[in-house]
């Protein structure tokens, strides 16, 4: 019954691993998105798609690689993880692009140590 | 100047109140706006939108619009205890990125 759901909900990995969320959405949306919510709250688009393709990529390290295979999925690999990275990590989508509402999953806490 | 400006709180007000929250922005091209709630340690679920000038009224909610002054409200009626939550405003602007405030925090003393 959930619109989107990501996994894992938490994630604990030494610095240097890589690592991989993965989202999905039954909601039928065309548009997904990732962002990276930091100690201060502050909440920072990383990444867009739209239709598996993607349109917005901020300024954000290339070790971030998103992957979407079809319209209902977003994944997010990390590579070499550094302290930095350790945030709460949504996905979410909305019906029509970025003017319309977004639906978050639930987050996934990554702590780097 | 930041793009969307929130005061951070935190704002306190006794249960039965209004609550008043305020967000500026500085894209006049801004079209879509949003306001969303955030419990701790959960993530942002939508609460209203608005994108003409005026008043848009949902419950005990109601988001207000002044596009010539490029502020937008959420006012909250008979405050609930479980409203207490960080409040983000969201606006999506000419370039079609969604451009997020800080939150408000929102304490609703019973």
């Known amino acids: 019954d959930t619109a989107v759901s990501q996994t894992p909900k938490y994630l604990v990995t030494q610095m240097g691993n890589d690592k991989s969320i993965k989202c999905e959405q039954n909601?039928?949306?065309?548009?997904m998105y990732w962002y990276k919510q930091d100690s201060k709250k502050f909440l920072k688009i990383m990444f867009s798609y739209n239709n598996k393709e993607l349109i917005i990529n901020e300024t954000v390290p290339n070790r971030f690689s998103p992957k979407s295979p079809d319209k209902a999925h977003l994944n997010l690999h990390i590579n070499s993880l550094e302290l930095g990275d350790s945030a709460v990590y949504f996905c979410?989508?909305?019906?029509?692009?970025?003017?319309?509402?977004?639906?978050f999953g639930q987050g996934t806490r990554l702590t780097v140590v | 100047q930041k793009e969307v400006e929130q005061n951070s709180g935190p704002l306190s007000v006794p249960e039965g109140a209004i609550a008043s929250l305020n967000c500026t922005y500085s894209?006049?091209?801004?079209?879509?706006f949003f306001w969303y709630r955030q419990y701790s340690g959960k993530s942002p679920e939508l609460i209203m939108s608005?994108?003409s000038n005026g008043d848009k009224e949902d419950g005990r909610f109601t988001a207000q619009l002044n596009k010539a002054s490029q502020y937008v409200s959420l006012l909250i009626r008979d405050s609930q205890p479980s409203d207490s939550a960080t409040y983000l405003c969201a606006v999506s602007g000419n370039n079609r990125k969604l451009i997020w405030g800080l939150g408000t925090s929102l304490a609703v003393n019973p």
């Open positions: 979410a989508s909305s019906p029509g692009g970025m003017n319309t509402e977004a639906f």
């Open positions: 894209d006049r091209g801004s079209q879509s």
């Open positions: 909601l039928g949306h065309d548009t």
């Open positions: 608005i994108y």
